[in-house]
């Protein structure tokens, strides 16, 4: 299924807690001078319009980064200093930084590109014919990064361990829509295969917290919680029902790296206070 366009949700909640997570990792990874590669697997176009006519029918944002955005601009800072640069980060691509809202959100390839250094690498995946082709048109300048139209998970795994002259040390970014319920299978399925061919990867993967009749969140999470260094947080919006909506989402993280908690519990908490959603740890 090709239908989803992640030009309808960007800047919602769940673009908070994915990334600020995956900016967290990213910072963990350039501690060490050795360089790294960072692998996602559903990439879509990378930027996005929050005035586009798909962000203004849903207004996504307004639950997720808008209000980080308001406090931001009012208070000039949070007490985390990931919120204040995941904040700077979004700042710096909007030319009119004392707007009311930003006009443009960035996605994980933006997000991961902002982080990398000369020897850093990324790789893009995307399957949608028109979001690959503006994917290559806003990075194509970027000699660090290759985007492949191909199906994620099966180029995750191709793609696992890098092989020469790509870096070893890495992270891989899970998040699919789900608008196939297989995709839950195929996301434990494609986990454990990247960490059996590449053990040392971080691996991060989002997911969405449904309804009561949709929600696949807890299997996927049992399926996983064997592999090493688990840790699983959440960013709940609200109530779970028997409607099909998302109350929340979620992600996973295997090999997790050390102390991470210090830095992305205090960032998430305060984010979402910002948003009148709670925030939790379901695995550590």
């Known amino acids: 299924m090709l239908s989803y366009l992640h030009g309808y949700h960007a800047g919602n909640h769940a673009d908070v807690i994915k990334h ?38 849903t207004r996504e944002a307004e639950s997720g980064a808008l209000p980080l955005w308001q406090h931001y601009k009012k208070y000039s800072a949070f007490k985390s200093p990931l919120l204040n640069d995941y904040l700077a980060l979004i700042t710096g691509f909007n030319p009119d930084a004392s707007a009311a809202k930003p006009s443009i959100y960035p996605g994980s390839p933006a997000i991961a590109q902002s982080q990398l250094r000369e020897h850093d690498r990324l790789t893009v995946m995307e399957l949608h014919n028109s979001e690959v082709d503006q994917l290559r048109t806003n990075f194509h300048f970027d000699k660090r990064i290759t985007i492949h139209h191909r199906d ?9 361990p890098p092989a020469p002259p790509m870096p070893r040390r890495g992270l891989v970014l899970i998040d699919p829509s789900y608008e196939i319920k ?10 454990k295969e990247i960490h059996r061919r590449w053990a040392t990867s971080m691996i991060a993967v989002w997911y969405p917290m449904l309804g009561r009749t949709r929600d696949h969140s807890s299997s996927l999470i049992q399926t996983l ?15 779970q029902t028997e409607e099909f909506g998302m109350h929340g989402s979620g992600m996973l993280l295997i090999n ?27 695995v550590k």
């Not at 600020?20 to 176009?45: C, M, S, Y």
């Not at 994620?152 to 696992?160: D, T």
Request: proline content about 6%; some cysteine.
């Open 20 to 57: 600020l997570v995956l900016l967290a990792l990213l910072q963990q990874l350039r501690q060490k001078e050795k360089p790294f590669v960072v692998i996602d697997t559903h990439g879509g176009n990378g930027l996005y319009a929050l005035d586009s006519p798909q962000a203004r029918k």
């Open 225 to 239: 919680k064997s592999l090493p260094d688990v840790r699983v947080m959440e960013l709940v919006m609200g109530p």
């Open 256 to 282: 997790t790296p050390w102390q991470f908690g210090k830095i992305i519990d205090p960032a998430m908490q305060e984010a979402a206070t910002c948003m009148s959603a709670s925030y939790r740890v379901t």
């Open 152 to 160: 994620g998970f099966e180029g995750a795994v191709a793609l696992s």
């Open 182 to 191: 297989t995709d839950y299978q195929r996301v434990a399925k494609t986990v």
